[in-house]
């Protein structure tokens, strides 16, 4: 019986972590724009990172979105008994898979890497 009820809390975890914040940034031109060059990527702990140089508009839009995703972190650990750093987490992985090639991602690393 207990590990049925991990497991079904694992399972509500996961999808609620995945569901929580898939690309918060979707439709955003300037994000958009700098994904595409090469300047901003994901991170495995779930939020956006500036992998080269970027304009101040660009880190200020990186910055507002992962203050975003955190808050939703947040908001899904509390509701699943469990904490923002593994919310972060899996949808960071999650983030990741979902990836086109070209784009940047950091690994556990914190090596940027091309996908």
Do not use: H
Request: zero cysteines; glycine letters at 8%.
């Amino acid at each position: 019986m207990t590990s049925l009820r991990t497991f079904a809390a694992a399972s509500v975890f996961a999808f609620a972590a995945f569901a929580a914040a898939p690309a918060a940034f979707a439709g955003d031109p300037v994000i958009d724009a700098a994904i595409e060059a090469g300047q901003v990527g994901e991170t495995i702990d779930g939020l956006l990172g500036v992998v080269s140089a970027a304009d101040p508009s660009v880190v200020r839009k990186v910055n507002e979105i992962n203050n975003r995703r955190a808050a939703k972190y947040a908001e899904v650990a509390a509701e699943t008994g469990t904490t923002p750093a593994q919310v972060g987490r899996l949808t960071g992985e999650k983030q990741i898979e979902k990836l086109e090639a070209g784009e940047y991602y950091m690994d556990e690393s914190g090596v940027w890497k091309k996908k």
